[in-house]
């Protein structure tokens, strides 16, 4: 498990609308990369392009290559819905399925494509799922109830709990936090911080600490201004970006000056 | 010792500035809602009253001469087979439809499609009755015969099958294809409400589009696609005309194939111009037995939303 992904001169667009110009940048296996940037500059855009979720928008394309260890995602003979089970997506907005049960959640991924999959083996999965998403001793005792009445958090780790099930090879993670008091925050980086010793893991957020954290590496995104495209300013080390960038606008993105 | 001075409290509303709107919309909603309860329920007591001389009046005097309930219990079997046979072809194809008019046709054609099946609920049912009686009815008969020639061992294609094709079977596809707008525009509206963020979650495990849909789309629908059963039921229950063109109806019968059978609708709508006194009392009986259907058919669909309400996402 776990891949690289390398992204080569990717563009980006919403029909006619460049939204992300020129992305160059390597996400290494087993580690946490975080993308930051200002609203609009195109950070959710490219994070949804690695798992061709950008293709469910009507009119959205893109033009590029991006490598998952060395196969191209939007290679013509390649199928979406394969490039999905293989690298999984975390939201901003918990999204339990709201009509199945805790476990069946869990299970959503693991029962598609018809797959069968004996009761015993199902219930080690869950545990395993849960467990690997710090929930399960929270939720051990109702995994028959529905997974719309936990807390947010414990939504959003149901959410990851069914994301780590299918057992992806990469974990992307569109701002989980941002709908999460800090204390199922925090929760979330612990295990994000654990997922990375099996799992590659790409994340947007909005907080810096948080990217501080949590990521090996992180990724700077940029607008020139609303309308223009969004482009990838610096890239590299964590401790680099926030101690010594490189660019006069990642240091005063990082620093809090900016606007 | 100080003295205590009253201070104005700030949050108490001076006048009744905005409030005056408030109380306008929750009156005339009420209103609104009081004249719906006092019309359905002085119909009922119309239909109760006018119909109690049958409830009262002599088995013999009955029309069949047995009483009023081996009069009216063949004609409800009829209205329920009609339009269970309706709902069993309408709600799999307005299903269908509604779907790939929202999940699947490019969006061009999916507007033009909706617009076209809204026209469709709009067609009055007489209309529908005399395509049935005229050209589906005699095209139908070929096949009944077909039917009862190959599949004649199941009771309900038993022949011989009618010539004219003008059964009860006939009258549940004409009833089908009324229902079909009804039922595909409702659940349409409501698969197109599901939210993104759950599309999106079947999706990103790898989903297929079927796959989406039977995790996220239908899931979310369900109420919504049984209210949407639910009214077109009610359609094909108390539809009149329609039936009244297309069957030639008759006595109980178990073939769906042959001539007979009578929905309740129907057999009002025949008899009523020459009833009087009795007779007329009887049918507005067999109306208010209608009534009746309708409400427990409701019901039982509330039951079965209200069923599901935990797993519904409504938390
Ligand atoms: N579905 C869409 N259709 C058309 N344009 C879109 C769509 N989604 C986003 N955009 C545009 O693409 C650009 C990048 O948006 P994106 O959502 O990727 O930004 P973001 O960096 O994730 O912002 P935020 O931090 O606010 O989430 C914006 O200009 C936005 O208006
Ligand atoms: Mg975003």
Known sequence: MSKRIDVKDLNVYYGKFLAVEDVNLTIEARSVTAFIGPSGCGKSTFLRTLNRMHEVIPGARVEGEVLLDGDDLYDDAVDPVHVRSQIGMVFQRPNPFPTMSIRDNVLAGVKLNSKRISKSDADALVEKSLRGANLWNEVKDRLARPGSGLSGGQQQRLCIARAIAVSPEVILMDEPCSALDPISTLAIEDLINELKNDYTVAIVTHNMQQAARVSDKTAFFNIAATGKPGKLIEYGNTADIFNMPKEKSTEDYVSGRFG | ??????????????????????????????????????????????????????????????????????????????????????????????????????????????????????????????????????????????????????????????????????????????????????????????????????????????????????????????????????????????????????????????????????????????????????????????????FVITLAVNVIARWIISRHKEFSGAN
Request: net charge neutral.
């Open chain 2, 1 to 290: 010792m100080s003295t205590k001075t009253v201070s104005p409290n700030t949050l108490r509303r001076d006048g009744d500035s905005g409030q005056s709107g408030d109380k306008i919309f929750s009156t005339a909603s009420l209103l609104a809602g009081c004249l719906i309860l006092a019309v359905l329920f002085s119909v009922a007591i119309f239909l109760l009253g006018q119909a109690l001389p049958t409830f009262a009046a002599d088995p013999s005097e009955i029309s069949g001469g047995n009483g009023f309930f081996s009069y009216i219990w063949p004609i409800v079997i009829g209205t329920v087979i009609a339009a269970t046979i309706a709902l069993i072809l309408a709600t799999p194809i307005g299903i269908g439809v509604a779907l790939f008019i929202s999940h699947y046709a490019p969006r061009r054609l999916a507007q033009g499609f909706g617009y076209l099946i809204d026209l469709l609920a709009a067609i009055p049912s007489v209309v529908y009755g005399a395509w049935g009686y005229a050209v589906l009815a005699p095209q139908l008969a070929i096949t009944y015969d077909w039917l009862a020639n190959n599949l004649g061992w199941i009771p309900i294609f038993e022949g011989p099958a009618s010539n004219t094709g003008r059964t009860i079977l006939t009258a549940g596809i004409v009833l089908a294809v009324m229902v079909l707008p009804i039922i595909t525009s409702l659940s349409r509206e409501i698969f197109l409400q599901t939210p993104k963020l759950h599309e999106e979650a079947s999706l990103a495990l790898g989903a297929t589009r079927w796959e989406m849909i039977k995790m996220s789309v239908l899931p979310f629908a369900r109420p919504g696609i049984i209210s949407a059963a639910m009214l077109g039921l009610g359609r094909a229950l108390g539809e009149t005309m329609a039936v009244a063109l297309v069957l030639s109806g008759g006595a109980l019968n178990a073939s769906l194939i042959q001539t007979g059978n009578q929905t309740i609708a129907a057999e009002i709508a025949l008899n009523f111009p020459e009833a009087f006194g009795l007779r007329l009392s009887e049918l507005i009986a067999a109306g208010l037995v209608l």
